[in-house]
């Protein structure tokens, strides 16, 4: 997705531009899965999203990654930098879940040795596919750029695996994605909240993610709330 002057709308968000350097993203509460065939809203869940975001780009601000994170502009708005984005979804995963527990022979939950990296091209129409860097290039992605984007999401797993250890959340699996602002400088942009992450209890491995939503696991919103209590101390301000 390339940032320009109309609004733009996705599943889960609105990019509304600001002026020449930033732009709003707007949190809604549209809840997808599985490539848009199951849908449903949540009152507050966009408002969650956008504190959860807000609080985890704060963090890894503090710890020298770079984000396109500027600051709160209402309850379900952040102001961030405008990006032309990369048409790639960057995973990294530490836990066995999801789609990787169907390609390998290893049972859902088994701890890997070492994070392992995916590549998806962001594309609806061909249900976002995983690629491999030679995709990549094809892309127009150099190798370089490509480099870059995966240490520095070494970098952000091991921040916040850090971070919700100390809280008692595994962080099972999450998506990123990475843009170029008008300095040539490629930063974390999207988003960092429940929706694109997996995070378990570390007691129980109850699910505080989409997968709850996914998979009807429970009540979403609790989930998502008591995710943002554990990670910032404090008891949501709205729901």
Known sequence: MVIGVDV??????????????????E???????????????FRGKGWLNAQISAHLFRVLEENGV?????????????IVERLKMYPLEVVVRNVVAGSLKKRLPLEEGTRLPEPIIELYY???????????QYHAKLLGISEAELKEMEMTALKVNDVLRKYFAERGIILVDFKLEFGKNARGEIVLGDEISPDTCRFWDAETKESL????????????????????ERITGEAPARR
């Open 209 to 228: 993610d989409k997968d709850v939503f996914r998979f009807d696991k429970g009540d979403l919103i609790s989930a998502y709330e008591r995710l943002y």
């Open 122 to 132: 962001k594309n609806d129409d061909l249900g976002d596919p995983m690629i491999n």
């Open 27 to 41: 949190f809604k509460d549209d809840a997808t899965a599985f490539n848009g065939e199951k849908k449903a809203q």
């Open 66 to 78: 770079k984000t396109h994170f500027i600051g709160v502009a209402g309850d379900n708005r952040l």
């Open 8 to 25: 733009y709308e996705g599943k889960a968000k609105k990019i509304i531009p600001l002026d020449d350097d930033k732009v709003v993203m």
